[in-house]
């Protein structure tokens, strides 16, 4: 019997997806249950070349100049089309991922409809910067700055919320009027194509928007940072990836934003409402199988309710429903892939020699026929850990934190900024002037106060120390994909 002949995701340059080439092609895989779901077109040092100079041309021939109305009008009209494809969009990320579809609507696809309403309500009210110079002699003069787009855009994304980050870019991209030559990760090729299809729909014009599929090294996405006519990068993926990406456009002096890992604390004190800060610890700690770079994996819990907090965690842990992603009462998917799952377990292994307990999880669950190949951990708790077990240092990504005592504010604070990153920090206290003075304590790009994960798009977005340079969101994502041109008149 003839077996059906592979269902292709495929590369889409200068407007036109490209016919796929077997010798040269990755199997995209199903982490709920380990089958084949695809074969993905790996784009090779030419297409990728091809890409970046059709973008080129993209930008030249008109693209850059197009009236900011009209770009915004378009932004609202993928928005619109991505809605009317929401579920085909829900698939494709649940089918890549293996995230429970009640996510994919809620979280993952949602917030691309969102990303694009909000870039272009942003660019159609952004002004530009004027001051009026006074001179010697009673003259004046104007000082303005003109804002153009940065030009051709890498933009280079991970697999945890694959379109949520990759529109996050491409929206105020392609707002600030750039083109974008979008790399997504090997792991999660779908939505970005898919996206191709719908910005082609709704009218965006040939090669501005470019989908190169691939891995890191030696493949499209470092072929793509490598590449002489790449005005900028823009990044979200691990510290280490970051940095190397940094060396390899150095020689070049190309802008770079990069949003990185963490390893994101949040600071419990004895005054919180218990109910509400464990709901909020467990939401923040599990969502997305612990796959989101602002995922709490250190908790610090005052000593006196250090014994309350773990339990009901604990308890919210175990409550957790792993199983297939299709069903809407799951809560928890698996890890993107094995070889994720084997470096998750290396830490389990560490812990333990640490001389951790395990108050939750801890093993990887059997869940049954169908999903005995997937990627599946239990949601897993430790204390009995401190700051300086690598456990407690290094990002595990992964549905785990190490619970932590502390005694006082000043302990807490020290505790929570002892550490390499700086992405995000979540203080639980009913004091308010506690919460904004922890708060503003942090090293970090982000710190919640009762809340998680609460975004407002128009706020900066991004982190410090391993976790990034530079700021996303509203504002700080138009200055990003633009360059000012200062012009003074002297009047
Ligand atoms: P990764 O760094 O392995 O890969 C990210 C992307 O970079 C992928 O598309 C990959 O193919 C590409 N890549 C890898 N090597 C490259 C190279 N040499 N040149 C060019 N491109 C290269 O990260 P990942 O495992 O996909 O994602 C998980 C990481 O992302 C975690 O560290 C997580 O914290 C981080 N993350 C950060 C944020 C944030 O906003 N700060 C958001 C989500 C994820």
């Given at each position: 019997m003839n077996s059906p002949p592979p269902l292709w995701i495929r590369n889409f340059v200068e407007g036109r997806f490209v016919e796929p080439d077997p010798d040269r092609s990755f199997p995209a895989v199903d982490p709920a249950t380990g089958s084949v779901i695809a074969r993905v077109h790996e784009a090779d040092r030419a297409l990728v070349d091809r890409a970046v100079t059709g973008a080129r041309r993209a930008l030249d021939t008109g693209w850059a100049q197009t009236p900011v109305r009209e770009r915004a009008a378009l932004l609202r009209r993928a928005a619109d089309r991505i809605q009317e494809r929401f579920e085909e969009f829900v698939a494709a990320e649940v089918a890549d991922t293996g995230k429970p579809v009640t996510q994919a609507r809620e979280l993952d696809v949602a917030r691309a409809l969102t990303n694009f309403r909000t870039f272009a309500d942003v660019v159609a009210a952004a002004g530009q910067e004027s001051f009026l110079t006074e001179l010697p002699g009673g003259r004046t003069a104007l000082n303005y700055a003109v804002r153009k787009p940065l030009g051709v855009v890498a933009v280079i994304v991970p697999w945890n919320l694959p379109l949520l980050l990759l529109t996050w870019k491409v929206a105020p991209a392609l707002?600030?009027?750039?083109?974008?030559?979008?790399?997504?990760?090997?792991?999660?090729?779908?939505?970005?194509?898919?996206?191709?299809?719908?910005?082609?729909?709704?009218?965006?014009?040939?090669?501005?928007?470019?989908?190169?599929?691939?891995?890191?090294?030696?493949?499209?996405?470092?072929?793509?940072?490598?590449?002489?006519?790449?005005?900028?990068?823009?990044?979200?993926?691990?510290?280490?990836?970051?940095?190397?990406?940094?060396?390899?456009?150095?020689?070049?002096?190309?802008?770079?934003?990069?949003?990185?890992?963490?390893?994101?604390?949040?600071?419990?004190?004895?005054?919180?409402?218990?109910?509400?800060?464990?709901?909020?610890?467990?939401?923040?700690?599990?969502?997305?199988?612990?796959?989101?770079?602002?995922?709490?994996?250190?908790?610090?819990?005052?000593?006196?309710?250090?014994?309350?907090?773990?339990?009901?965690?604990?308890?919210?842990?175990?409550?957790?429903?792993?199983?297939?992603?299709?069903?809407?009462?799951?809560?928890?998917?698996?890890?993107?892939?094995?070889?994720?799952?084997?470096?998750?377990?290396?830490?389990?292994?560490?812990?333990?020699?640490?001389?951790?307990?395990?108050?939750?999880?801890?093993?990887?669950?059997?869940?049954?026929?169908?999903?005995?190949?997937?990627?599946?951990?239990?949601?897993?708790?430790?204390?009995?850990?401190?700051?300086?077990?690598?456990?407690?240092?290094?990002?595990?990504?992964?549905?785990?934190?190490?619970?932590?005592p502390f005694d006082t504010e000043a302990e807490a604070i020290a505790l929570a900024n002892d550490t390499d990153y700086g992405l995000a920090a979540a203080v639980w206290t009913n004091d308010l002037r506690r919460g904004h003075r922890v708060a503003q304590s942090m090293r970090v790009g982000m710190a919640w106060v009762n809340t998680w994960f609460l975004r407002d798009l128009r706020s900066p977005f991004g982190g410090v120390g391993l976790s990034g340079i530079g700021r996303e969101g509203g504002e700080s994502s138009l200055h990003f994909y633009t360059e000012p041109t200062n012009v003074c008149v002297q009047l």
């Open positions: 707002a600030c009027g750039n083109a974008v030559v979008v790399k997504p990760s090997e792991e999660t090729p779908a939505t970005a194509t898919l996206l191709a299809e719908v910005l082609a729909e709704v009218g965006l014009p040939a090669g501005v928007y470019n989908v190169v599929h691939g891995f890191g090294p030696d493949s499209a996405g470092q072929y793509l940072v490598e590449h002489p006519s790449i005005d900028g990068v823009t990044f979200t993926g691990s510290s280490a990836t970051g940095a190397h990406v940094m060396k390899t456009v150095a020689p070049r002096v190309r802008p770079v934003s990069f949003e990185l890992g963490g390893k994101n604390a949040a600071l419990v004190f004895d005054d919180v409402d218990l109910d509400e800060a464990l709901d909020g610890l467990s939401r923040s700690v599990f969502t997305n199988t612990g796959q989101v770079c602002l995922c709490t994996e250190r908790v610090y819990i005052q000593r006196s309710i250090f014994d309350d907090i773990a339990a009901g965690l604990a308890e919210r842990a175990r409550a957790l429903r792993l199983g297939s992603p299709l069903d809407t009462e799951t809560t928890t998917g698996p890890l993107i892939s094995q070889a994720h799952r084997e470096k998750v377990l290396s830490y389990f292994e560490l812990a333990e020699q640490s001389g951790a307990s395990i108050i939750a999880g801890g093993r990887v669950p059997e869940l049954g026929p169908g999903l005995d190949d997937g990627s599946w951990i239990a949601p897993t708790l430790w204390t009995g850990l401190t700051n300086a077990d690598r456990v407690v240092r290094e990002e595990i990504f992964g549905p785990v934190a190490a619970l932590i």
